[in-house]
């Protein structure tokens, strides 16, 4: 499965942006798909994920905020981003696994990555 990320970019505080990730492969392998984030020096942060059912998963600290969603058909993810903070500013990436009971909040959790998408958030 190859996971292709995209959407990063450059805004203010209270902006928001979007990111995109589309997996291309066997599907059977992105039945759980996932974003991270990661700074440098910390480890990999789990954001948020979503089962094939549209069953969801979020960090505490973008609740209210990010929401996910998924195109089964085109065998992409949506994550919506508003009211980033500086805080928000990480690399993100998107990351996806068979089968499994959410949240699968772990990097360990999941088979596939994609490369990261960059967001940075101006305060």
């Known amino acids: 499965v190859q996971l292709q990320a995209s959407g990063g970019g450059l805004v203010q505080a209270g902006d928001f942006l979007r990111l995109s990730c589309t997996a291309s492969?066997?599907?059977?392998?992105?039945?759980?798909m996932g974003w991270f984030r990661q700074v440098p020096g910390k480890e990999r942060a789990f954001v948020v994920a979503i089962n094939q059912v549209g069953s969801t998963g979020y960090a505490d600290s973008v609740k209210g905020r990010f929401t996910i969603s998924r195109d089964n058909a085109k065998n992409t993810v949506h994550l919506q981003m508003n009211s980033l903070e500086p805080e928000d500013t990480a690399l993100y990436y998107c990351a996806a696994r068979g089968q499994g009971s959410l949240p699968l909040a772990t990097p360990r959790d999941y088979d596939y990555w994609g490369r990261g998408t960059l967001v940075t958030v101006s305060s």
């Open positions: 492969g066997r599907t059977s392998s992105n039945r759980v």
